[in-house]
T-cell receptor, first 113, second 114 residues
Framework: DGGITQSPKYLFRKEGQNVTLSCEQN?????MYWYRQDPGQGLRLIYY???????QKGDIAEGYSVSREKKESFPLTVTSAQKNPTAFYLC????????????FGSGTRLTVV | DQQVKQNSPSLSVQEGRISILNCDYT??????FLWYKKYPAEGPTFLIS?????DKNEDGRFTVFLNKSAKHLSLHIVPSQPGDSAVYFC?????????????FGTGTRLTVIP
């Protein structure tokens, strides 16, 4: 079955350490996205990528980095520069067309202690 | 600045009754709207969508209404079932060259009481 996989589901890291969240899709979607969800904040866009080897900053990109070396993969690195990294992170993908929504992964909850 | 707003953080409805979830937007360039449903610790799943050329779209128990002049849309669930209890996100897309981004509201938590 086609889908989008985020791993791990739960992640704990010490303050000051970089951490990379995995996102893989086998839907042959061109576009991929990273969102962050905090209580009462809805979904906020961190980074997105329309094609391989290209990505753009979203609304809250500071303290994060991404890469898009393969169509299937869009890993997100949460760096030590991110002031409040503890959150629920969601990866999504979509066909680059006008009338399609997103397919989301099941999310990664990152806790920094 | 929040371009898509869901002003009701929560809603409780009796099983079998109608649930109405509301969403307002500020950007007149939005031309496609979607509703997503999210259970705890899971990713959102697509529920229903509507293009700005329509004012209503129906899929089983779910109907979305769009009022462009008021920049308002609503999701109606009839009849409501306990399994509908989840957080519902409204999302909108605009005419943006080279982009494919959805703007999400903050969500409304629906509780259907058996």
């Amino acid at each position: 079955d086609g889908g989008i996989t985020q791993s791990p589901k739960y992640l704990f890291r010490k303050e000051g350490q970089n951490v990379t969240l995995s996102c893989e899709q086998n839907l042959n979607h061109d576009a991929m996205y990273w969102y962050r969800q905090d209580p009462g904040q809805g979904l906020r866009l961190i980074y997105y990528s329309q094609i391989v080897n290209d990505f753009q900053k979203g609304d809250i990109a500071e303290g994060y980095s991404v890469s898009r070396e393969k169509k299937e993969s869009f890993p997100l690195t949460v760096t030590s520069a991110q002031k409040n990294p503890t959150a629920f992170y969601l990866c999504a993908s979509s066909i680059s067309g006008r009338d399609y929504g997103y397919t989301f992964g099941s999310g990664t909850r990152l806790t920094v202690v | 600045d929040q371009q898509v707003k869901q002003n009701s953080p929560s809603l409780s409805v009796q099983e079998g009754r109608i649930s109405i979830l509301n969403c307002d937007y500020t950007n007149s360039m939005f031309d496609y709207f979607l509703w997503y449903k999210k259970y705890p610790a899971e990713g959102p799943t697509f529920l229903i969508s509507i293009s700005s050329i329509k004012d209503k779209n129906e899929d089983g128990r779910f109907t979305v209404f769009l009022n462009k002049s008021a920049k308002h849309l609503s999701l109606h669930i009839v009849p409501s079932q306990p399994g509908d209890s989840a957080v519902y996100f409204c999302a909108a897309r605009g005419i943006q060259t080279g982009a494919n981004n959805l703007f999400f509201g903050t969500g409304t938590r629906l509780t259907v009481i058996p």
